[in-house]
């Protein structure tokens, strides 16, 4: 369902907007139509990728390794000998 909305633009802007809505063939409420869903989508993609970032870090990466010395193996002096 879709429902009108009312602006409140600087007289130069909405000439500006005018003329960029013409030099595409389109009207006003289309272009501002069309980047509202952009920024939407792209508000939306955006924290899609930080959940999944977040849920990574969560999870932690394994870069291998291996043998881990101990708190008292690394402070024992008798392994720097």
């Given at each position: 369902?879709?429902?009108?909305?009312?602006?409140?633009?600087?007289?130069?802007?909405?000439?500006?907007?005018?003329?960029l809505?013409?030099?595409?063939?389109?009207?006003?409420?289309?272009?501002?139509?069309?980047?509202?869903?952009r920024?939407?989508?792209?508000?939306?993609?955006?924290?899609?990728?930080?959940?999944?970032?977040?849920?990574?870090?969560?999870?932690?990466?394994?870069?291998?390794?291996?043998?881990?010395?101990?708190?008292?193996?690394?402070?024992?002096?008798?392994?720097?000998?």
């Amino acid at each position: 369902m879709k429902q009108n909305i009312t602006l409140s633009l600087e007289k130069e802007l909405l000439q500006k907007i005018k003329v960029l809505a013409a030099q595409r063939s389109t009207s006003i409420s289309a272009l501002l139509t069309a980047e509202l869903e952009r920024l939407a989508k792209t508000d939306d993609a955006y924290l899609q990728a930080m959940e999944q970032a977040l849920a990574s870090m969560e999870k932690g990466y394994d870069f291998g390794g291996g043998n881990y010395l101990t708190r008292e193996e690394m402070y024992d002096r008798k392994n720097f000998r």
